[in-house]
């Protein structure tokens, strides 16, 4: 029921995001505005997603997803009966963002309270292949379906609310979970319980070398992935030379190699060790990102080549040579992302104490918000300026570099924390 309630929400939650993105597009044409909804969308996380934390951590869990999913049904029903406008756009980005925080905090709190700790990376994988189909359903079918057929955002919007509505009542059937024991902050860990709440997320992760690497890593990524999503728009309309919502199309591949990565970074997190995992993942996706970016002039200098001529023989629409390449590419992207994305929640879910784990979610999640705050703002006005192209060349660059220094010998591992998962 946990997977049943986390798909529904997303699928709503992911067309919601697309079709905020592709409202503002339609209506602007800039990408600047594209990456502050972004923003909009991301920047909750820095003080709902702390204070959702807290509350996973503090009041029963089934609760708070009920009521999160009620609540965006209710925004969802409320823009229908609007009057829509870029500021209600924005107004709903917020608010969605905001209750969405809490809702999701509180099913990743969940995984590791209901499934056994050898379990944890098979079951973090499942989580990441559920969000991967709630992606297809919500990006690439429903929002550009239902806003090319319909003229109005307003369907969308009504089943978005009736899918929140759906999640809300499967909530109430997750199996009841056992309360566990509660401790002061860090058990009986060395260091002293004290200190602001707010900051407890960020204690925990400190005390340990190897989550605060794995948050580190997750936090890189997560903020690359939140600057790709302001510069998408402009890359699939100004680059490829694709309509926003069929060029969504171009990137359906990368969730089969999400879901490939999964499946296969799910076996391989107890098997090798996290810094090998970790390290691939990373020593593919920036060279992967950096050949996205470059696409066009690769495609034109492989279709001299035999094995590569059928490139120059692609010409649907708008769709080419440049296209398919993207296309193929980003099928690899989505498996390196995967293989980091395991590797890094399995240290945390199975190194971190259950009392801390939507405190210390939160705060990594927050961490990403922060980071990527003036990187995306900077992004879209520079592509507004120099183009899409430059500046994701200027992100593979800082990934790599943020990388390296992240793969810095660590001290010692300290000791798994008094109230770990047994």
């Not at 502050?36 to 708070?64: C, E, H, K, Q, Y």
């Not at 309270?113 to 990006?139: D, F, K, M, S, T």
């Not at 009986?188 to 005390?207: L, T």
């Not at 060349?393 to 800082?398: E, G, H, I, P, T």
Request: proline content about 6%; overall charge neutral.
């Amino acid at each position: 029921m946990l997977c049943y309630t986390r798909f529904w929400s997303r699928v709503a939650h992911n067309c919601l995001n697309f079709a905020l993105v592709l409202l503002i597009v339609r209506e602007t044409d800039r990408a600047f505005l594209s990456s502050l909804l972004v923003l909009a969308l991301v920047i909750p996380s820095t003080v709902a997603g702390i204070a959702a934390g807290a509350a996973a951590d503090a009041f029963p869990r089934r609760p708070i997803i009920f009521l999160g999913d009620v609540a965006r049904a209710a925004i969802c029903i409320w823009f229908v009966r609007g009057s829509g406008g870029i500021e209600t756009y924005f107004i709903v980005a917020v608010a969605v963002s905001t209750l969405t925080q809490f809702a999701a905090t509180a099913e990743g709190t969940l995984v590791p309270a209901i499934v056994p700790r050898a379990e944890l990376a098979r079951a973090n994988a499942i989580g990441h292949a559920v969000g991967g189909a709630a992606q297809v359903a919500g990006l690439g079918i429903l929002t550009p379906l239902l806003l090319r057929v319909f003229e109005t955002p307003d369907i969308l919007f009504g089943l978005c609310a009736a899918m929140f509505a759906f999640a809300a009542f499967q909530a109430l059937l997750i199996g009841r979970v056992h309360h566990p024991e509660r401790f002061e902050v860090g058990g009986d860990a060395p260091a002293p319980a004290s200190g602001a709440w707010w900051k407890a997320g960020w204690r925990a992760m400190h005390r340990d070398p190897m989550v605060l690497h794995a948050a580190i890593e997750l936090t890189v990524m997560s903020a690359a992935m939140i600057v790709i999503a302001g510069l998408i728009p402009g890359y699939l309309s100004r680059v490829l030379g694709l309509p926003v919502d069929a060029g969504a199309l171009v990137l359906m591949p990368a969730v089969f190699g999400i879901a490939l990565g999964l499946r296969i970074a799910g076996f391989l997190s107890h098997r090798l060790p996290h810094s090998v995992l970790s390290s691939a993942g990373f020593a593919f996706f920036v060279p992967l990102l950096a050949l996205i970016t470059f696409v066009n002039p690769e495609a034109e200098f492989l279709a001299g080549y035999g094995m590569f001529a059928w490139l120059d023989s692609i010409d649907v629409g708008g769709f080419d040579g440049g296209g398919a390449l993207a296309a193929l590419l980003t099928f690899p992207l989505g498996f390196a992302y995967a293989t980091v994305s395991v590797a890094a929640q399995t240290v945390i879910n199975d190194r971190v104490p259950l009392q801390l784990q939507g405190r210390v979610n939160s705060t990594q999640a927050a961490l990403s918000a922060l980071v990527s705050a003036l990187p995306v703002l900077a992004a879209g006005a520079l592509s507004d300026h120099v183009g899409v192209t430059p500046v994701m060349a200027m992100l593979s660059a800082a990934i790599a570099i943020a990388a390296v220094l992240n793969f810095r010998p660590a001290r010692r591992p300290a000791p798994r924390t008094a109230g770990a998962v047994p």
